[in-house]
């Protein structure tokens, strides 16, 4: 078999399509893998250039590769897509990756560490925190005008606010409390 220069792999849940050219460009290797045994394949490979579409798992398949002593790439999908020659499907996508990453003005993203991906994980669950606290906000607001009660935007002000309302003795639900089987009735 002829030496591998540039690799496609298209990656998966389980079962990974491999797409290897030679220095020609001639299609040399084309294999699905096991996610258990992709390591094991490259690991018998010689050094090449590897492209992978970015995904959830491409930054730690990358950082694994790269300590094989591979020049991995990563790509974002719809920078692969034009490269795909017929239907989507994994064998067909492994092609279109491995042709896409010999292209000489392709743009690529940078393997991140695993540092800058839990800053990034960090980063995101906080923006996650805001945005369901903000809708939460935003619902608690507008049940609240359904018993006139209005309260201003912003979460600054918004739990003292809050607090105030529900404590106040007028307040509708409060009623609920000595409504017989309430609990019973009125969550079911």
């Known amino acids: 078999m002829k030496e591998i220069k540039i690799l496609g792999i298209d990656l998966a849940k389980n079962i990974f399509q491999l797409h290897g050219v030679d220095a020609a460009g001639k299609p040399v290797l084309r294999k699905a893998v096991s996610r258990r045994k992709l390591m094991e394949a490259l690991v018998n490979l010689p050094p090449c ?48 990756i491995c042709e896409a990453v010999s292209r000489p003005h392709m743009r690529f993203v940078a393997v991140k560490t695993e540092a800058q991906q839990s800053a990034l994980m960090v980063h995101r669950v906080r923006a996650s925190i805001n945005t369901e606290r903000t809708a939460l906000i935003n619902q608690i607001r507008g049940l609240l005008q359904e018993f006139g009660i209005i309260l201003a935007k912003g979460a600054s002000t918004f739990s003292k606010r809050f607090l105030e309302v529900v404590e106040a003795e007028n307040f509708p639900w409060m009623q609920w409390r000595s409504w017989p089987n309430c609990a019973d009735t009125c969550w079911h």
């Open 49 to 96: 250039l590897i492209g992978m579409e970015a995904c959830g798992c491409a930054h730690n398949w990358a950082r694994e590769m790269i300590k094989l002593g591979h020049d991995v790439r990563i790509m974002a999908p719809h920078f692969v897509a034009p490269y795909r020659k017929s239907g989507k499907n994994d064998l067909n996508n492994a092609e279109a």
